[in-house]
């Protein structure tokens, strides 16, 4: 080592470190511009006990106190109060250890807690303490999925999730990937659908297509035209097919538009149906819409986010029937299974490296080709992403803890609930039932005592009700929701 290149050992030391910079620099230390290189990062005893401490309440906060239906599901706060309460602004110098663990308190306390009996939201919520344990696991471990050296576990645990939901598909083969939510997973489909019909617009872009549109139900979730504006496709090329007054996508309409887009010299290039539409709970006719895409050879992209654990069910499997015909499947088993924020997974019919072949930048760091083990399990450069989480492990872990035998009892249970909770408000004066559910979203309206002997139910009627909200609970995660 050499002064010129300013590191020492505590027997090289010149004048540039200060004496009291130096003190209490353990023996044989190396140093570099002043930073002892071969000492501790960080303080390890400390550390490790904040751990054991925070572990502690997280036990006793969040799974037992916070599924307790005594407490509350949240200690509401304004956001320049809540600021206050705890103390967000970041300092200079580090907080001392018990301020540590006050402030893994308060920001406990006054957060929602998801998974309390009384929380009701939409699409997900409850606890499942096989995957919050398979969290805890990958947490701790801090992986990346991109190659199999790095990640062995988490990667054949994908593998064996993404096999098995393709089973549930009537998938002879296929291919896949978890991805960040399922407006991602959207947003891979409608890529993959656009390199299918255009491989060169990898390589050449946007001027090498002409103007490509995609298809859509009304009621679909808002992703799609994210998806269009995130990829250059842009929102009005997003066409928006009718849906009946069941929430389902009229395929006759369907083929309508599609027929006026060529017409106008556009090209379609890929149909979106939904299974299980974010308020209304619908599923769109898949097999009619399927037929419509072979016969204009288009990519059917099928968004299940939501219904898709109906798949697991022998009973509802039928709600998603044609769903086998998709060249494409997004489905969240974070929303009615209760694997946990966030688990969602992009399956592909495909089985010739598309995702890779859409996506791979063939990073020669990361993806060699002669290693020791079969690279076929070095799946990172299907993703857009680099580091990429286990989500896969969480599912993996609740699926072995439950079988599939008992995620189908989670199932049925939901719908079982929402079933009740329709019949219940049928019962009940001031409540009106909008229909009847065909999956765990049950819309009804709260009549407001000043309405409910109005016998005429004209303009008037309507225009005040609309000032009240229209009321979509979903009751898919083992709650008393439908205990009205």
């Known amino acids: 080592m050499t002064s010129s290149q300013n590191i020492y050992t505590t027997g090289q030391m010149e004048a540039d470190p200060s004496p009291q910079e130096t003190k209490g620099v353990k023996k044989n230390a190396v140093l570099m511009e002043c930073v002892v290189l071969n000492g501790p990062i960080i303080d390890s005893d400390s550390g490790e006990k904040f751990v054991e401490e925070v572990f502690r309440i997280l036990m006793n906060e969040v799974v037992y106190k916070a599924t307790d239906v005594n407490e509350k599901v949240c200690e509401w706060k304004d956001p320049e109060q809540l600021k206050k309460l705890l103390d967000v602004n970041i300092k200079d110098i580090g907080e001392p250890h018990q301020k540590l663990l006050q402030l893994c308190q308060n920001s406990i306390k006054y957060s929602v807690k998801t998974s ?6 939409q699409l997900y919520g409850g606890m499942d303490h096989y995957s919050l344990a398979a969290r ?3 947490e701790a471990l801090n992986p990346s999925v991109y190659t199999y050296e790095v990640s062995p576990v988490f990667t054949l645990t994908e593998e064996a999730v993404l096999l098995k939901m393709m089973e549930l598909l009537d998938w002879k083969e296929g291919d896949g990937i978890f991805s960040p939510g399922g407006s991602v997973s959207n947003m891979y489909a409608v890529n993959l659908a656009r390199y299918k019909y255009c491989p060169d617009i990898k390589e050449h872009g946007l001027s090498s297509v002409p103007r490509l549109v995609m298809f859509t139900s009304e009621e679909c979730h808002y992703s799609m035209k994210k998806a269009a504006a995130f990829l250059g496709i842009g929102t009005h090329n997003v066409y928006f097919v009718k849906a009946d007054d069941q929430g389902k996508m009229i395929p006759e309409d369907l083929k309508k538009q599609v027929q006026n887009a060529k017409e106008e010299g556009a090209v379609p290039f890929l149909v979106v149906a939904t299974s299980g539409t974010t308020v209304l709970g619908a599923f769109d006719p898949l097999d009619d819409i399927a037929d419509i895409c072979e016969e204009h050879k288009l990519w059917f992209h099928v968004d299940a986010s939501w219904g898709g654990s109906a798949l697991i069910s022998r009973k509802y499997k039928k709600l998603l029937h044609g769903i086998s015909r998709a060249d494409s499947v997004a489905w ?35 993806f060699q080709q002669d290693k020791f083990y079969d690279v076929r399990y070095d799946t990172g450069d299907k993703s857009i992403q680099c580091s990429r989480r ?19 009892e989670r199932v049925n249970r939901a719908l079982a609930l929402s079933k009740y909770l329709a019949k219940e408000i049928k019962k009940r004066d001031g409540f009106e039932l909008i229909w009847e559910p065909e999956y765990a979203n049950i819309c009804f309206w709260y009549i407001p005592p000043s309405l409910r002997k109005m016998e005429n139910k004209g303009p008037e009627y309507w225009q005040r009700l609309n000032q009240v909200p229209l009321f979509a609970w979903d009751v898919s995660f083992g709650t008393s929701a439908a205990m009205l």
């Open 136 to 138: 805890f696991i990958t």
């Open 332 to 366: 969240n088993p974070h929303k009615m299974l209760m694997a946990g924020l966030q688990c969602c997974a992009l399956l592909v019919k495909d089985n010739m490296d598309l995702l890779k072949r859409c996506h791979s930048a063939e990073a020669s760091y990361l």
């Open 390 to 408: 286990a989500d896969a492990f969480k599912f993996w872990m609740m699926w072995k803890a439950l079988g599939t035998l008992g995620l189908e």
């Open 116 to 121: 309390h009996p009384r929380f009701f939201n």
